[in-house]
C-alpha cells in the first residue's frame, strides 16, 4: 500500500512550466505503475501520462506529448511531472495514482491508490 501526497500545483500564465511531485511515505512507490491524472468540474477524470516501475517505459495523452514529462526517482520515492508550455485548457486537478499491474497506463480502474489531487490554474 502506498500513500500518495502531490505538491507543486498553482497558478501560472499560459506559456510557463510547473513541477509536480508525488511522495509516498510508505516507501513502496516503486512496486507500482504510477500514473497522473487530471479532473475539470463536470468532467470524468483522464489520463495524462504514466511510467512503468523502473522508469523505462512511459505514456502519454495525445494532448500532452511533447510537453509534459513524467520521470520518477523511486530511491526519493517520488514522481514527477514536467510541465511545460502550458495552455489554459491545461487547468485542472491534477491527481497521481499508483498501479500494481504490470502495464497499466491508460486504464483508471487498474490504479488501485490515489492522492488527494493539486490544482493547476493556467491563466491566458
Known amino acids: 500500500q502506498v500513500e500518495l501526497v502531490e505538491s507543486g500545483g498553482g497558478l501560472v500564465q499560459a506559456g510557463g512550466s510547473l513541477r509536480l511531485s508525488c511522495a509516498d511515505s510508505?516507501?513502496?512507490?516503486?512496486?507500482?505503475?504510477m500514473g497522473w491524472f487530471r479532473q475539470v468540474p463536470g468532467k470524468a477524470r483522464e489520463f495524462v501520462a504514466a511510467?512503468?516501475?523502473?522508469?523505462?517505459?512511459?505514456n502519454y495523452v495525445d494532448s500532452v506529448k511533447g510537453r509534459f514529462t513524467i520521470s520518477r526517482d523511486n530511491a526519493k520515492n517520488t514522481v514527477y511531472l514536467q510541465m511545460n508550455s502550458l495552455k489554459p485548457e491545461d487547468t485542472a486537478v491534477y491527481y497521481c495514482?499508483?498501479?500494481?499491474?504490470?502495464?497499466?497506463?491508460?486504464?483508471?480502474?487498474?490504479?488501485?491508490?490515489w492522492g488527494r489531487g493539486t490544482q493547476v490554474t493556467v491563466s491566458s
Open positions: 495514482a499508483a498501479s500494481p499491474m504490470a502495464w497499466a497506463p491508460e486504464t483508471k480502474a487498474q490504479y488501485d491508490y
Open positions: 510508505t516507501r513502496a512507490l516503486s512496486f507500482y505503475v
Open positions: 511510467i512503468s516501475r523502473s522508469g523505462s517505459s512511459t
